[in-house]
T-cell receptor, first 114, second 114 residues
C-alpha cells in the first residue's frame, strides 16, 4: 500500500536533547512538508522540500532542522533551541512542488518534553 | 498575511441531519482549498480539493463549495452518521512569492449523536 509513515508514534525528550522524527513516503512524490499542531491552533508550516537536496523554511523554522537526501525521506530534527517543542508533528507530501497539487498527510508523531 | 477562520468551532447534531461547516479566508489569492478530516490523535485525511477556478466538488455525501472572490467555502454533509464525528479542517494553498504550504483554520469539532 502506498502512503506516508511517521515514526515513532510517541516520543519523549528531556530538555536540552535533540530528537529526530522520521517521515517516509512511497508515493513517489517530489514535495514533502512538516507541520506542527498545538491544541486549539491550526497547523503551522515548519519546513518544506520541493525536490531532493533542496528545502526551504516555513513560518516557524526556528529551532528545527531538516535534510532531504532521498526522495522518499524527509526527517525533522527538533533541536534544544526550540523553546516549546511539545506538540503533534505531521508530515505531508504532494506529487510535485506545484501549488495545484493535493497534500496528503501521515499519522503524526506526538513529542513530549519532560 | 492569510488567515483562515472556521465557524462554528464545535457542533453537535442528531444523526440523519444535513449540516454545513463554514470556512473563510482573508486573501482571495489562493491556488486551491482543501477540506480534511482529523480523528482524535490521528493524522489528516483529505476529503476534497477545490482548485481556485472551480466552484464545487463532490464526494459521496460531501459537497464543498468555493467562492474565491468573497473568501468563503462551505462543506455540506448530507444525512450525517455517528461515524462522521471528527474535527474538520479547512486549508488554503498560498499563492504569491512566499513560503509554499497550506494555511489552516482551527477546525470545527463535529459530534453526531446516535
Amino acid at each position: 500500500d502506498g502512503g506516508i509513515t511517521q515514526s515513532p508514534k510517541y516520543l519523549f525528550r528531556k530538555e536540552g536533547q535533540n530528537v529526530t522524527l522520521s517521515c517516509e513516503q512511497n508515493l513517489n512524490h517530489d514535495a514533502m512538508y512538516w507541520y506542527r499542531q498545538d491544541p486549539g491552533q491550526g497547523l503551522r508550516l515548519i519546513y518544506y522540500s520541493q525536490i531532493v537536496n533542496d528545502f526551504q523554511k516555513g513560518d516557524i523554522a526556528e529551532g528545527y532542522s531538516v535534510s532531504r537526501e532521498k526522495k522518499e525521506s524527509f526527517p525533522l530534527t527538533v533541536t534544544s533551541a526550540q523553546k516549546n517543542p511539545t506538540a503533534f508533528y505531521l508530515c505531508a507530501s504532494s506529487l510535485s512542488g506545484s501549488r495545484y497539487n493535493e497534500q496528503f498527510f501521515g499519522p503524526g508523531t506526538r513529542l513530549t518534553v519532560l | 498575511k492569510q488567515e483562515v477562520t472556521q465557524i462554528p468551532a464545535a457542533l453537535s447534531v442528531p444523526e440523519g441531519e444535513n449540516l454545513v461547516l463554514n470556512c473563510s479566508f482573508t486573501d482571495s489569492a489562493i491556488y486551491n482549498l482543501q477540506w480534511f478530516r482529523q480523528d482524535p490523535g490521528k493524522g489528516l485525511t483529505s476529503l476534497l480539493l477545490i482548485q481556485s477556478s472551480q466552484r464545487e466538488q463532490t464526494s459521496g455525501r460531501l459537497n464543498a463549495s468555493l467562492d474565491k472572490s468573497s473568501g468563503r467555502s462551505t462543506l455540506y454533509i448530507a444525512a450525517s452518521q455517528p461515524g462522521d464525528s471528527a474535527t474538520y479542517l479547512c486549508a488554503v494553498r498560498r499563492s504569491g512569492g512566499g513560503a509554499d504550504g497550506l494555511t489552516f483554520g482551527k477546525g470545527t469539532h463535529l459530534i453526531i449523536q446516535p
